[in-house]
């Protein structure tokens, strides 16, 4: 068999995964994979925003505002590490061609969205997340280090007395191995085995089963996001996200009786368990947003994909209520990983979605997670870089599985991570895994 050998293989190409490449210097050797198209990841479908520290003043209220909606369960040195990183990262950002809107004076134009106690996010649009990635994609596609493959799939990693050496990886090929000096896992959260979801349902925890596999350790896998607000439909499919900044904006929840029920700015854990209670109080499936305290001409400008969606739904945003109800969006825990990236087994490192640094705690504030994949997939490429060895000796023979039946093979990944789910916490499975 060709053993194919870099320094640096990344699994995932979503705003952690690209942000980490390109931090690295070109004599690094990199390779890309991702199980489907390189633009389809979670990150690209992020609406609101992104967070950063609106001055040396603003520290405190946003470090609250982050712990508050974590029940303050984050780690401190995570969080404190987000915040004053966050300037740096959006500087960078503009620098390679991010065009977050600005307002009438020309100045960045900042938005708020649940939980945060002040106008501190930057956006474009209601398509911050494609804005970012994509000009993170035009960035990684220049670097000539920088390989990238589609629709190839991470079936296992090559481990030896706990030290990541390299992948399996599956294409339309065949089976092979690829070894690496450094393993980077960026393959995003869990979406895909849940029935409703804001993810892609091909982004569906391959990296937690392959952990679990391989007793690295992983912390508060069930700390799993319910987002309060998706475009409510009968349709099958991945749900459209109704965008927290909306209800920045003015709009407001409303239950069966057209009465509003909630404060629409809190927590994304408050709001989703106070629709709940409505739709269980008047026994239906969703609640109403009401978009009509929102300028017309604001919605058009700011929310235009939103708007869209909607229209193609039978909803005009400017004029009607639109059905909403809760999905699971997004995975607080993950992989155990401190502040630069590494995990219980050397040389494999995890980023955004798929790692657990603490930032988030147990519920994650609204436009924190493209800031985090940021900050800590830079850090990670930096530590990497500060501790670079020389090439070690690679596994001279690796025994490779059959995986000719890929789709069985995923099926035992999502009965290992649900069993996991369910074993540390029995109410949310039976709530939202087993609906």
Known sequence: MEHKEYDVIIVGTGAAGLFTAISFSEDYKILMITKDTIENSDSYLAQGGISTLLSDEDYNAYYEDTMKAGHFEN???SVDTM?????????????????FDKDETGQLDYTREGGHSAYRILHHQDITGKEIVSKLLTKARTCKNISMLENTTMVDIIAKNNECQGIIMKDSIGTSACY??????ATGGIGGVFKNSTNFPHICGDSFAIALRHHIKLENIDYIQIHPTVLYSKKKGRRF????SVRGEGAVLLNEEKNRFVDELQPRDVVTEAIS???KKFNTDHVYLCMKNIPTKEILTHFPNIYKRCLEEGYDATKDLIP??????????????????ETTMAHLYAVGETACNGVHGANRLASNSLLESLVFGQNTAQNICKHRTDAKKMVSEVQIRDYNNIKKWQQENVKILLDEIKRRDVKFYDKWCNA
């Open 75 to 77: 780690r401190p040195e």
């Open 83 to 99: 915040i004053r990183s966050s300037n740096g990262i959006i500087e960078q950002l503009i620098k390679s061609g991010v065009n």
């Open 180 to 185: 690496g000096k450094f393993v980077i896992l």
């Open 241 to 244: 996200l109704i965008s927290e």
């Open 277 to 279: 209670k409505e739709m």
């Open 324 to 341: 909403v109800t809760p999905a699971q969006h997004y995975l607080m825990g993950g992989i155990k990983v401190n502040t630069v990236g």
